[in-house]
Nanobody, 119 residues
Framework: VQLQAFGGGLVQPGGSLKLSCVATGNIFSINTMGWYRQAPGKQRELVATITRRGRTNFSDRVKGRFSISRHNAENTVDLQKTNLKPEDTAVYYC??????????????WGRGTLVTVSS
């Protein structure tokens, strides 16, 4: 199983950016998907998660500015970010709890995509 994230880049403060992540491989089903981020010199922190049924959870730092959605048939998860702030600068990692064809469940991580918020 592999997760690949897309959509990072440079954006000005107050701008918007969408990240997408797709899971491929020996997948039977995917439970929770989500995003973490790691800013320079800081620990990795939760950004947002979404269950297979669509229940969401957000960090207080991004609540009201970020939204998360997924497409179960395509094994994708999106993170729409608005009103971006310099402190949102980080490498963003997607993850997924994947149930493989052998019915074992494991957590997988993407490599990360850099988002820089700067004027």
């Amino acid at each position: 199983v592999q997760l690949q994230a897309f959509g990072g880049g440079l954006v000005q403060p107050g701008g918007s950016l969408k990240l997408s992540c797709v899971a491929t491989g020996n997948i039977f089903s995917i439970n929770t998907m989500g995003w973490y981020r790691q800013a320079p010199g800081k620990q990795r922190e939760l950004v947002a998660t979404i269950t297979r049924r669509g229940r969401t959870n957000f960090s207080d730092r991004v609540k009201g500015r970020f939204s998360i959605s997924r497409h179960n048939a395509e094994n994708t998860v999106d993170l729409q970010k608005t009103n971006l702030k310099p402190e949102d600068t980080a490498v963003y990692y997607c993850y997924a709890w994947v149930i493989e064809q052998g019915l074992t469940e494991s957590a997988y991580w993407g490599r990360g995509t850099l988002v820089t918020v700067s004027s």
